[in-house]
Structures are given as structure tokens and as C-alpha cells.
């Protein structure tokens, strides 16, 4: 069982900026791949962003792409989502998740998840 922490959420203004991380507990970090999902009220968790386990590929939806980087730091057990010119849609709780295997958009290919950081952008 892999324990993951997601933190750096909070309040920004639209045009903004924020940087999340999710630190695993187990050394075994790098063997995954990962994720970050949202779920903003009333809707279903959406695919934002993957990482293979080496960071060398990439994934991202249309609507982030070219303003949210995601990264990973096997050394340090620890992934990152970094977002900027955000916008009110990206108002959400962020996930981040490990999964055995390739990268993959869906959800439920995810094995691990953690507790969810919640992000809120004001026009």
C-alpha cells in the first residue's frame, strides 16, 4: 500500500500561479506512473495530467495545455503539478494517483489516490 499527500492547494486569483505536490510514503515511488485528476462540484473527476515513471512522456487535456507542467522527483518520492494563468474552471479538488503500468486518462486504471487538495480561483 502506497500513501500519498497531496498539498500547496488554496486560493488564487485568476492569471495566478500554484504549484501542488503529492509526496508517496514508500521508496517504490518511481516504479509508477502518475496522474493528477479534479473534481469541481457537481461534476466528475476528470483527467488533468500524467507522467510516466521516468518523466520522460508526458499527457495532458486540451484545456491545460501550455499552462500546467507536471514533473516528478523520484529522488525525493514526490510528483508535482505546476499551474499557472489559471482560470475560474480550474476551481477543483486535485488528485494525484499512482498506477502499475503505464500512463493511462482513465480513472479507475489508478491504484493508489490521495486525500485530494483543494483549489479555488476568483475572477
Known amino acids: 500500500q502506497v500513501g500519498l499527500v497531496e498539498s500547496g492547494g488554496g486560493l488564487v486569483q485568476a492569471g495566478g500561479s500554484l504549484r501542488l505536490s503529492c509526496a508517496a510514503s514508500e521508496d517504490t515511488f518511481w516504479r509508477f506512473s502518475m496522474g493528477w485528476f479534479r473534481q469541481a462540484p457537481g461534476k466528475e473527476r476528470e483527467f488533468v495530467a500524467a507522467?510516466?515513471?521516468?518523466?520522460?512522456?508526458?499527457d495532458y487535456v486540451d484545456s491545460v495545455k501550455g499552462r500546467f507542467t507536471i514533473s516528478r522527483d523520484n529522488a525525493k518520492n514526490t510528483g508535482y503539478l505546476q499551474m499557472k494563468n489559471m482560470n475560474a474552471e480550474d476551481t477543483a479538488v486535485y488528485y494525484c494517483a499512482l498506477r502499475r503500468g503505464p500512463y493511462a486518462r482513465e480513472a479507475k486504471a489508478y491504484d493508489y489516490w490521495g486525500q485530494g487538495t483543494q483549489v479555488t480561483v476568483s475572477s
Open positions: 507522467i510516466s515513471w521516468s518523466g520522460g512522456i508526458t
